[in-house]
């Protein structure tokens, strides 16, 4: 198949465009290169055409779509900074580009495949003894900055237990980006099906793997312990670090990439590992793995937007063949091992996280 990857210089992008080049497909990228992301200009394997354009441009998706047969929609803009914006014009805007051009019936596209996230549930499924199954709302700052961290019961507002959430879940996004990616979403599948476009939605659960950029603070946890233990710091949690969370390896969700290009069902997939674990176990599994022996911090912060539990159900996709290879104390390791290998730690530190409180994004609880 002729396959063009947008976002394909990025994390995932690369990963996936490897797997299918291996698979025999062949791949072109449509990719800005942000500075951002990348820093230096990534070094993409030979065999992949490189195509250096914008998903905000007509005319860089026309030249990309030139004889593709599948799409694989990754590129976005994702941070915790209030770019609500640019984020709207990269990946809702950006989305509907390719849409108007497919429905415009000038290309040779069959399929589309558009890498979501498991953010468009926000806090997603919970019990409530009283009510049974509810889908709470965002948290409130007021609860937040008196450090309540458990939603409460959008019903009765009483305490609930949090619960995996399967694709038919309520989605109520508790950030900006969550509701650019529910926009590309629906907006994919309703475009898709009136032009007759197989489409397939994954939405992923935090992505881990060595090669992670950590220039960019989105991505999350583990980068940001890793780089506090590397500097000799021991792990800061935010909240109490008992937050649920789900990790899953980028080269399990690349293999999942291929599936949904080459053969799965119509449909939305939960793409995770498949095991809730809370973010305390992860600065534990990273701290052995480092063999650092600290006690993990907990200052009392909390960053806005971030829902308190993400536990997908992946059911689903499990059934369709696919099933998570890699687990946490694995990707702990080769993260740690990848860091190893990486110059100038301290200045990424200082950069990219107190960018993140300067802007308000990270807040301590009064
Ligand atoms: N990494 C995760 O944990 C995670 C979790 C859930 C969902 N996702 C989704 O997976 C997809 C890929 O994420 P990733 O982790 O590989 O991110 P990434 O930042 O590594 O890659 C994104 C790529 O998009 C490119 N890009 C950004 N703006 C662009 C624009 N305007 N035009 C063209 N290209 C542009 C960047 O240069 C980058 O190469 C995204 O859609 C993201 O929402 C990622
Ligand atoms: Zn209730």
């Known amino acids: 198949m002729k396959v063009l990857i947008t976002g394909g210089a990025g994390f995932i992008g690369q990963r996936t465009a490897l797997l299918l080049l291996e698979q025999g497909h062949q791949v072109s990228i449509l990719d800005n290169l942000s500075p951002v992301v990348h820093g230096q200009p990534p070094s993409l ?3 992949i055409e490189v195509i250096q354009g914008d ?6 998706w026309s030249r990309a779509l030139k004889d593709r047969e599948v799409v694989m929609h990754l590129a976005d803009h994702h941070d915790y900074l209030p770019s609500y914006s640019k984020m ?3 990946n809702a805007v950006g989305t509907a580009l390719l849409l108007e051009l497919l429905a415009e019936g000038n290309t040779a596209v069959r399929r589309l ?7 468009v549930y926000g806090e997603g499924r919970y019990r409530c003894p009283q009510d049974g199954d509810v889908y709470p709302l965002p948290r409130r700052p007021q609860a937040l900055e008196r450090g309540i961290w458990d939603p409460p019961c959008p019903k009765c507002g009483g305490a609930i237990t949090p619960m995996i959430t399967d694709e038919s879940g309520t989605l109520r996004p508790t950030s900006a980006y969550g509701l650019s990616k529910l926009a590309q979403e629906d907006l994919t599948r309703m475009v898709a099906e009136r032009h007759a476009v197989d489409w397939v939605i994954l939405r992923y659960a935090a992505v881990q793997g060595g090669t992670q950029p950590f220039q960019n603070a989105y991505v999350g946890a583990l980068r940001i312990f890793a780089l506090r233990l590397a500097l000799g710091r021991p792990p800061q949690m935010l909240e109490d670090g008992n937050q649920l969370r789900d990790f899953v390896h980028v080269g399990d969700v690349a293999r999942a990439n291929v599936a949904a290009a080459e053969q799965l069902p119509v449909g939305i997939y939960n793409v995770a590992g498949g095991k809730a674990q809370t973010v305390l176990d992860l600065a534990r599994t990273l701290m052995r ?4 022996d600290l006690v993990p911090e907990t200052p009392g912060c909390y960053r806005s937007g971030d829902p308190r539990h993400v536990i997908p159900d992946i059911s689903r996709i499990k059934a369709a063949g696919w099933e998570p290879q890699m687990g946490l104390e694995s990707m702990a390791r080769e993260y740690w091992q990848w860091l190893q290998r990486q110059g100038d730690l301290e200045a990424y530190f200082e950069g990219a996280d107190h960018l993140m409180q300067r802007t308000g994004t990270v807040r301590f609880i009064r």
Do not use: I, N
């Open 88 to 90: 709207l014009e990269v």
């Open 55 to 60: 998903v905000r441009k007509r005319e860089d």
């Open 113 to 119: 495949v558009l890498g979501s996230t498991v953010a």
């Open 289 to 292: 793995v480092a063999e650092r």
């Open 45 to 47: 394997p030979a065999g």
